[in-house]
Structures are given as structure tokens and as C-alpha cells.
């Protein structure tokens, strides 16, 4: 006879399930991408998504601890470095970025759930700063089918014209996964329908670029549907190792990142502020987390 | 109505529809002489002694809470033993040798209630506690100070938000006078205005019946709650019904409430008209390898194996009092049934979930009806942090277990919160 103390029931949910609907989610970004840019960016991912397994394996091997393989969250992470990429990067861009996201950020601090930065978001840092001309060579849409070797192009963030059609369809230059709003937002939509991320922090950080962007005269449609900002709100600004736990913690993070975000583009010298918004919150998370503890029913006076 | 957080859960009540039967008479019943929260009974009859149905066998102590114990059987007390309780300590049973006759006890008659303390003395001489689960003994909750803990409101907890259990529905539905009867001597003799009967709103049968039953009387009304595990919870189901909230450390009646259980007060209801005190209570015998599920009258002291062949219990691998979410595990399956347990649960592991790293997704925060932080508590405990367990009030966990349940990383995260109370306890 079994005994167990109670429950004795489980959802049957585990962290590879939740992994996988990330994963699912993410699928229409990366087939935009792939019918895009090309075949090259379908290899682009699949080094990226293999190089970060094989350095999670490798690195729980060399540390002596449960291989975490198989919960698929380096997939989501290769996957969502990938998608922070531009078509046709240097391979061996790829591998650093992935190093970088796996070995340093996430399993030097302890692996899933204890890291503080979002790996993708560190690995594509380290790529920004490291590479900064390979990362900003943007290519034209369908630019393998026009055999010309490389038809460069400027993403909507520079030029500032591109039709919301394209926006929304992705017909523009930029990372593999950010250009195409359409299967962002569907795959965003789905997460939250099946209830594996809240819209606290994506509202949050979408509604504050809108807002602010308009404050400031510019068109905020445009500014919601160019550059990376749908990819990071829906599924970076959603992780959960580095971002607060409770939904008034998230809609700080994600105004927070919203903030960051807009004064990147408003005044600094690089186009895109998403990623370091993302990254600077991720650093001040343990704080928000603090400051937005929930008051326990019953509780006779705060919690400090 | 108060939103609580909690979880749906599959409800799973197949026995809802079966009319309750009774068993055939066990030929041995174990009495055990504590079936309730506080002290066991001594012992009130000697080996070889002749007892009837009714019959007092365990005399309360003087001291703490304490109800006394009566024989569900007539028959000879071949034997007094010790016995081991669920949470480790022992006290004494008496085993019952039945004779089949169900000889009823010369002195069962109706208590004669003339005030209020002959009211509190005849639910405690009834061996009454509350019948949901919890079996805190009902003369105690009723004996409240009406000076400086006013009581205004009586709620009648009818959610039942565990799976598979149904004895309080069947309660509603083969009862429901006895219960009005039982809530109005409550609401007369402890001079309480109003009455709020919650029943969950998967369970409309109930609620539609109450409500006939009632008829025009607008001090008892019937509130149907939203099927959310765990509504039946006494706190958040005062939250729910009053908007009212239990401080930590306090009883409800602090907050103005008495909740009792309806199979409690349905059973006051019956023993009150004919004086019979609690010598057996209805149970669901249900589980996810149960091939009939259904409701019995089974006397105290029945064990669990004679019970299995009833509902074709079939290569379950655990069996608990009570249902799957706060349900105990039963050691030995020769176990007693007690006044505590409303059914049994036999189960069949259907899918073992592996304990992994936290991965901070937030479900166990967004499902704990209290809003505790759990895997904060968790982390507190592992790290014996007294301090900071008091900071996150682990004191407050109810034990529902909505967190363990949702969470993906397969934490038991209810489980240390019990551990971290404990230690608490000991500081
Ligand atoms: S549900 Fe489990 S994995 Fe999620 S935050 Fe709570 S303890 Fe961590
Ligand atoms: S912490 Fe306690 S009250 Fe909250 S969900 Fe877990 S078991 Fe229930």
C-alpha cells in the first residue's frame, strides 16, 4: 500500500509541456522567417536551437547534475536567439550567441529558474556588442529569389516608411522572427489562451511604447509593429525565470521595459532599444518582486 | 460574490445520483476512542461487556476538547486495543464483536433543551463533530462567547469541492428536512438572525431542492457558489458568502460566522428529534478504479477492507480518507472508517510527476486561495528560515494543496508548508 501526503492529484502539466507550447508558439514567427529570408534562415535557427541543446547537455555533464535536456527549454532559447538574428549571420555567430545564452547565462547561475538574465537576450547582447556590423546587415525580403548574393536592406526602424501591410506581414528587413506581426501576435494570443503566460507584461510593455511614442508625435502603430518589440513583449518579456511573479510585478516590468525601450529609439544611437530594455529589467526583477509581494488573506498587517 | 483564486478540477462525482444503502453488518467493528480534533475518550466499557446501539462506550475527558464515543452495534466488547492514528500517536479502540440484532440502547430518547447550555450539552453528548473532514467537535464551535464574539450569521457548508465525494449532496437530497430542522434549532437556541446554506453551482439538483424545502422562511437562504476547488474551505467560503475574513489566529465566529458542515447539522437535525447519537454517518466509496461507485450508511468502526467488495475496488495501490485533494492515506487498509471521513478513495497512480527545478512560472502564487507566495515558503523552509516563513505567513497555508497540484516542476509545495507550520509550531 502506497501513502502519500495529499494532494494526490496532479494537473499532469510539467515544465516540457509548458516548453513545448512555447515552441508551438513560436512556430508561425519561425515559418514567417523561413518563407522570408529563406532557406538560410531555417539553417540559421536549426544551428542555433542544436548548438544550445548540445552546450545545456554538455554543460550539466561537466557540472555533475540532472540533465535538463529534455524539459526543451534550450530549444525555446535557440529558438528565440534565432529568431533574434539576422538572416545569413556568420554560423560561427550562432554557436557564440548560443554559448553565451546557455553556458553563461542560464548554467553558470544555476540552470532553469535561477538565471537573471534571459539567456536569448544575453546571447544576443554579446552578439550586438561583439559583431555589431554582422548584426546589423539586414537582408530584403525574398532576397534568395532574386539570385542578386546580397540585397542589404534597412529595417522600418531606420527608414521609417514602410507600409503597415508589410509590417504586419513581415515583408520588411529585420531579425528572422520580428518582422512578421501577424504570427507574433497569434503565436502571443495563443500563449495566453492556453494559460502559459498572462498578458500582464506584454499589455504592459506594448501599451507604454504606444503611449509614449505618441506623446512624443510619432505614429505608435509603427512603432508597435517595426523592430523587435512584439517578439520581446509576447515572449521574452514573458519568461518566467527573469521576470516578477505576481501580475502587478509584471505590469511594472513590462512598463519598465516599455520606458527603456522608447527612450532607446527616441535619443540613443542604436535603432532598437527591446533587448537592453528587456536585459536592464531582468536586472531590477528581484526588486519589483520585493515591492509587489501579494498581501495574504487573513494577514494582520503587511508584509514588509 | 468574492472571487477566490483556487483551480478547477475534474469533478468526477459518478456516485452523485446513487441513493445512499446500507451495509451488511460488519461482523467486528474498531472503535477508535478519538475520531475528532483534541483528546481521546477512556474507555467506558470492559472487555466481555454487553453493548447496544447507542450506548456510550468512551467517556470524554475533563479537560480540552473531548466528545464521547457510543457503541453502532449491539453485541459483546471482545476486546480493548491500542490504536495507531493517522498522524502517529496511539489511543485506545474497542472492538466490537456484533451480534446482528441492533439492539437499541434502553436510554436513546430525545434531549429535553431548555436553554442554551442544555443545547451545548446535549450536541456534545451526542458525539457530534463536524462531519466534513476537519472533525472539530461541533459542541465546541457552538459554545462561542455571544458577548464578545457576536454571531450573526450560521453558514451551512454544502460546496463538497473534492472529486468523487458526494455525501453531502446526498445529505441535500435524502435529508434536506432534516437539515432545515437541524438549522433552525441551531438558529433558535444560539439566537443567530440568518442562515446562508452554499452549495457549489454543479450541483443545481440540491440547490433547487433546498430551496423548496425552505419555502418562504427569509432568514435561510441558498447561495450557489461557483465550482472552484477549494470553495468548500471554510475560509474561503465565509470570504465567498459574507465577504467577510478569518484573521490569522482567529475563529470564524471573530468575523461573526459559525460555518457548520450540512451533514453535520442534517445529523443535529435527526438527533434532535429522536436522540441517536452519531454511531454511523454516510460515505461515498469512489476513485479512479472504482467499477461502482456509490453512497453508504456505514456504522464507526467499519474497516475499509469490508467495504472494498461494495464498490469493486480494483488494483488500487492507495486508498485515503476523504477525497484525492486533502484526502489522508490509509497505512493499513484494515483501517476504521471514523466520524471524520466522508468517503473513501481508492486510487490507481495514473501518471508520477517528477520533481524538478522551479522554473518560477507563478501557478502555485496565481491558484493559493490565501495568496501566499508558496514557492517562496518552499525556498524559506528548505533554507530553515524561520524568520522569513513568519514574514510569508506560512501560518495562513490551508493545506488545499492547490499549489502542489498546478505546479509543472512537480514541487510538493503543500507538503512543506506543513512541515515549515510544524516547525514553526516549535519554536
Ligand atoms: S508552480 Fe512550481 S514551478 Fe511554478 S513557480 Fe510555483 S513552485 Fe515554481
Ligand atoms: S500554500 Fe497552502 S493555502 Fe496556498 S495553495 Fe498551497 S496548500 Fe493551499
Same mark, same amino acid.
Given at each position: 500500500?502506497?501513502?502519500?501526503?495529499?494532494?494526490?492529484?496532479?494537473?499532469?502539466?510539467?515544465?516540457?509541456?509548458?516548453?513545448?507550447?512555447? #515552441?508551438?508558439?513560436?512556430?508561425?514567427?519561425?515559418?514567417?522567417? $523561413?518563407?522570408?529570408?529563406?532557406?538560410?534562415?531555417?539553417?540559421?535557427?536549426?544551428?542555433?536551437?542544436?548548438?544550445?541543446?548540445?552546450?545545456?547537455?554538455?554543460?550539466?555533464?561537466?557540472?555533475?547534475?540532472?540533465?535538463?535536456?529534455?524539459?526543451?527549454?534550450?530549444?525555446?532559447? /535557440?529558438?528565440?536567439? $534565432?529568431?533574434?538574428?539576422?538572416?545569413?549571420?556568420?554560423?560561427?555567430?550562432?554557436?557564440?550567441?548560443?554559448?553565451?545564452?546557455?553556458?553563461?547565462?542560464?548554467?553558470?547561475? /544555476?540552470?532553469?529558474?535561477?538565471?537573471?538574465?534571459?539567456?536569448?537576450?544575453?546571447?544576443?547582447?554579446?552578439?550586438?556588442?561583439?559583431?555589431?556590423?554582422?548584426?546589423?546587415?539586414?537582408?530584403?525580403?525574398?532576397?534568395?529569389?532574386?539570385?542578386?548574393?546580397?540585397?542589404?536592406?534597412?529595417?522600418?526602424?531606420?527608414?521609417?516608411?514602410?507600409?503597415?501591410?508589410?509590417?504586419?506581414?513581415?515583408?520588411?528587413?529585420?531579425?528572422?522572427?520580428?518582422?512578421?506581426?501577424?504570427?507574433?501576435?497569434? $503565436?502571443?494570443?495563443?500563449?495566453?489562451?492556453?494559460?502559459?503566460?498572462?498578458?500582464?507584461?506584454?499589455?504592459?510593455? #506594448?501599451?507604454?511604447?504606444?503611449?509614449?511614442?505618441?506623446?512624443?508625435?510619432?505614429?505608435?502603430?509603427?512603432?508597435?509593429?517595426?523592430?523587435?518589440?512584439?517578439?520581446?513583449?509576447?515572449?521574452?518579456?514573458?519568461?518566467?525565470?527573469?521576470?516578477?511573479?505576481?501580475?502587478?510585478?509584471?505590469?511594472?516590468? /513590462?512598463?519598465?521595459?516599455?520606458?527603456?525601450?522608447?527612450?532607446?529609439?527616441?535619443? /540613443?544611437?542604436?535603432?532598437?532599444?527591446?533587448?537592453?530594455?528587456?536585459?536592464?529589467?531582468?536586472?531590477?526583477?528581484?526588486?519589483?518582486?520585493?515591492?509587489?509581494?501579494?498581501?495574504?488573506?487573513?494577514?494582520?498587517?503587511?508584509?514588509? | 460574490?468574492?472571487?477566490?483564486?483556487? &483551480?478547477?478540477?475534474?469533478?468526477?462525482?459518478?456516485?452523485?445520483?446513487? =441513493?445512499?444503502?446500507?451495509?451488511?453488518? =460488519?461482523?467486528?467493528?474498531?472503535? =477508535?476512542?478519538?475520531?475528532?480534533?483534541?483528546?481521546?475518550?477512556?474507555?467506558?466499557?470492559?472487555?466481555?461487556?454487553?453493548?447496544?446501539?447507542?450506548? %456510550?462506550?468512551?467517556?470524554?475527558?475533563?479537560?480540552?476538547?473531548?466528545?464521547?464515543?457510543?457503541?453502532?452495534?449491539?453485541?459483546?466488547?471482545?476486546?480493548?486495543?491500542? *490504536?495507531?492514528?493517522?498522524?502517529?500517536?496511539?489511543?485506545?479502540?474497542?472492538?466490537?464483536?456484533?451480534?446482528?440484532?441492533?439492539?437499541?440502547?434502553?436510554?436513546?430518547?430525545?434531549?429535553?433543551?431548555?436553554?442554551?447550555?442544555?443545547?451545548?450539552?446535549?450536541?456534545?453528548?451526542?458525539?457530534?463533530?463536524?462531519?466534513?473532514?476537519?472533525?472539530?467537535?461541533?459542541?465546541?464551535?457552538?459554545?462561542?462567547?455571544?458577548?464578545?464574539?457576536?454571531?450573526?450569521?450560521?453558514?451551512?457548508?454544502?460546496?463538497? @469541492?473534492?472529486?468523487?465525494?458526494?455525501?453531502?449532496?446526498?445529505?441535500?437530497?435524502?435529508?434536506?428536512?432534516?437539515?432545515?430542522?437541524?438549522?433552525?434549532?441551531?438558529?433558535?437556541?444560539?439566537?443567530?438572525? %440568518? @442562515?446562508?446554506?452554499?452549495?457549489?453551482?454543479?450541483?443545481?439538483?440540491?440547490?433547487?431542492?433546498?430551496?423548496? &424545502?425552505?419555502?418562504?422562511?427569509?432568514?435561510?437562504?441558498?447561495?450557489?457558489?461557483?465550482? %472552484?476547488?477549494?470553495?468548500?474551505?471554510?475560509?474561503?467560503?465565509?470570504?465567498?458568502?459574507?465577504?467577510?475574513?478569518?484573521?490569522?489566529?482567529?475563529?470564524?465566529?471573530? @468575523?461573526?460566522?459559525?460555518?457548520?458542515?450540512?451533514?453535520?447539522?442534517?445529523?443535529?437535525?435527526?438527533? *434532535?428529534?429522536?436522540?441517536?447519537?452519531?454511531?454511523?454517518?454516510?460515505?461515498?466509496?469512489?476513485?479512479?478504479?472504482?467499477?461502482?461507485?456509490?453512497?453508504?450508511?456505514?456504522?464507526?468502526?467499519?474497516?475499509?477492507?469490508?467495504?472494498?467488495?461494495? @464498490?469493486?475496488?480494483?488494483?488500487?495501490?492507495?486508498?485515503?480518507?476523504?477525497?484525492?485533494?486533502?484526502?489522508?492515506?490509509?497505512?493499513?487498509?484494515?483501517?476504521?472508517?471514523?466520524?471524520?471521513?466522508?468517503?473513501?478513495?481508492?486510487?490507481?497512480?495514473?501518471?508520477?510527476?517528477?520533481?524538478?527545478?522551479?522554473?518560477?512560472?507563478?501557478?502555485?502564487?496565481?491558484?493559493?486561495?490565501?495568496?501566499?507566495?508558496?514557492?517562496?515558503?518552499?525556498?524559506?523552509?528548505?533554507?530553515?528560515?524561520?524568520?522569513?516563513?513568519?514574514?510569508?505567513?506560512?501560518?495562513?497555508?490551508?493545506?488545499?494543496?492547490?499549489?502542489?497540484?498546478?505546479? =509543472?516542476?512537480? %514541487?510538493?509545495?503543500?507538503?512543506?508548508?506543513?512541515?515549515?507550520?510544524?516547525?514553526?509550531?516549535?519554536?
Amino acid at each position: 500500500m502506497n501513502v502519500s501526503p495529499s494532494p494526490h492529484m496532479h494537473d499532469n502539466i510539467s515544465t516540457s509541456k509548458i516548453m513545448l507550447q512555447v #515552441i508551438i508558439a513560436l512556430m508561425p514567427a519561425c515559418i514567417a522567417g $523561413g518563407i522570408i529570408f529563406g532557406p538560410t534562415a531555417v539553417f540559421d535557427l536549426a544551428l542555433c536551437v542544436a548548438s544550445c541543446v548540445l552546450c545545456e547537455y554538455i554543460c550539466r555533464r561537466l557540472m555533475k547534475k540532472s540533465n535538463t535536456v529534455s524539459d526543451l527549454s534550450a530549444v525555446v532559447t /535557440g529558438l528565440l536567439l $534565432g529568431a533574434n538574428l539576422p538572416v545569413g549571420i556568420d554560423p560561427l555567430c550562432c554557436v557564440i550567441g548560443s554559448v553565451a545564452a546557455i553556458a553563461v547565462a542560464k548554467q553558470l547561475f /544555476g540552470g532553469i529558474g535561477q538565471n537573471f538574465a534571459n539567456p536569448a537576450i544575453f546571447g544576443r547582447i554579446v552578439l550586438t556588442v561583439s559583431f555589431a556590423s554582422q548584426m546589423t546587415t539586414w537582408r530584403e525580403p525574398f532576397y534568395y529569389k532574386k539570385g542578386v548574393d546580397a540585397v542589404t536592406a534597412a529595417t522600418p526602424l531606420i527608414t521609417k516608411n514602410a507600409a503597415y501591410s508589410d509590417l504586419f506581414l513581415g515583408t520588411t528587413g529585420g531579425c528572422i522572427g520580428e518582422t512578421c506581426a501577424a504570427a507574433l501576435i497569434l $503565436g502571443g494570443v495563443y500563449l495566453a489562451a492556453v494559460k502559459i503566460i498572462t498578458l500582464h507584461a506584454p499589455a504592459a510593455f #506594448i501599451g507604454t511604447t504606444a503611449l509614449l511614442t505618441l506623446l512624443a508625435g510619432g505614429d505608435p502603430v509603427y512603432a508597435v509593429l517595426s523592430g523587435g518589440l512584439l517578439l520581446g513583449a509576447f515572449f521574452m518579456a514573458t519568461d518566467y525565470s527573469t521576470a516578477p511573479i505576481t501580475g502587478k510585478g509584471k505590469l511594472l516590468f /513590462g512598463a519598465g521595459c516599455g520606458l527603456i525601450t522608447f527612450a532607446i529609439r527616441q535619443w /540613443g544611437s542604436y535603432p532598437e532599444g527591446v533587448s537592453f530594455s528587456i536585459l536592464f529589467m531582468n536586472l531590477l526583477t528581484p526588486y519589483i518582486d520585493r515591492l509587489c509581494v501579494l498581501k495574504p488573506i487573513g494577514a494582520k498587517e503587511e508584509r514588509q | 460574490m468574492k472571487v477566490i483564486g483556487g &483551480i478547477r478540477l475534474p469533478h468526477k462525482k459518478a456516485a452523485a445520483e446513487v =441513493p445512499t444503502s446500507e451495509i451488511p453488518l =460488519p461482523k467486528r467493528l474498531t472503535v =477508535p476512542m478519538l475520531m475528532s480534533m483534541g483528546k481521546p475518550c477512556t474507555p467506558a466499557v470492559k472487555k466481555g461487556d454487553r453493548v447496544t446501539v447507542g450506548m %456510550r462506550i468512551g467517556d470524554p475527558v475533563q479537560e480540552g476538547l473531548c466528545v464521547p464515543v457510543h457503541s453502532p452495534a449491539s453485541g459483546t466488547a471482545e476486546d480493548i486495543t491500542d *490504536f495507531r492514528l493517522a498522524d502517529g500517536n496511539t489511543c485506545k479502540a474497542v472492538v466490537i464483536r456484533t451480534d446482528g440484532l441492533q439492539e437499541t440502547f434502553h436510554g436513546i430518547r430525545p434531549p429535553v433543551i431548555q436553554n442554551r447550555e442544555d443545547f451545548i450539552r446535549a450536541v456534545r453528548e451526542s458525539g457530534c463533530t463536524g462531519l466534513g473532514g476537519a472533525g472539530f467537535p461541533t459542541y465546541a464551535k457552538l459554545s462561542f462567547d455571544s458577548k464578545k464574539t457576536p454571531v450573526d450569521t450560521l453558514i451551512i457548508n454544502g460546496a463538497e @469541492c473534492e472529486p468523487y465525494i458526494v455525501s453531502d449532496y446526498r445529505e441535500f437530497m435524502e435529508n434536506g428536512s432534516d437539515i432545515l430542522f437541524g438549522i433552525r434549532t441551531v438558529m433558535d437556541k444560539l439566537e443567530i438572525g %440568518r @442562515c446562508i446554506i452554499g452549495i457549489e453551482d454543479n450541483k443545481p439538483a440540491a440547490i433547487s431542492l433546498m430551496k423548496k &424545502i425552505i419555502g418562504s422562511d427569509k432568514s435561510i437562504a441558498v447561495k450557489a457558489l461557483p465550482s %472552484r476547488y477549494p470553495q468548500g474551505a471554510e475560509k474561503v467560503l465565509i470570504l465567498s458568502l459574507t465577504g467577510r475574513i478569518v484573521k490569522e489566529g482567529e475563529l470564524p465566529a471573530h @468575523c461573526g460566522v459559525i460555518v457548520m458542515n450540512a451533514s453535520t447539522v442534517g445529523f443535529l437535525g435527526r438527533y *434532535f428529534k429522536n436522540g441517536m447519537p452519531l454511531v454511523q454517518r454516510r460515505i461515498t466509496l469512489d476513485g479512479n478504479c472504482v467499477n461502482n461507485p456509490g453512497n453508504f450508511f456505514v456504522p464507526l468502526g467499519t474497516c475499509v477492507s469490508d467495504l472494498m467488495g461494495l @464498490c469493486g475496488a480494483e488494483g488500487y495501490e492507495e486508498a485515503f480518507y476523504g477525497g484525492p485533494m486533502m484526502g489522508v492515506s490509509l497505512y493499513d487498509i484494515r483501517q476504521p472508517v471514523t466520524k471524520l471521513n466522508n468517503g473513501i478513495t481508492f486510487f490507481k497512480k495514473i501518471h508520477s510527476v517528477q520533481t524538478t527545478a522551479c522554473i518560477r512560472c507563478g501557478r502555485c502564487v496565481r491558484a493559493c486561495p490565501v495568496k501566499l507566495m508558496p514557492l517562496d515558503l518552499e525556498s524559506a523552509y528548505d533554507k530553515k528560515d524561520t524568520k522569513e516563513l513568519k514574514r510569508l505567513k506560512a501560518g495562513l497555508c490551508i493545506n488545499c494543496g492547490c499549489c502542489t497540484y498546478v505546479c =509543472p516542476a512537480g %514541487r510538493r509545495l503543500a507538503e512543506k508548508n506543513q512541515l515549515a507550520k510544524q516547525m514553526l509550531a516549535k519554536l
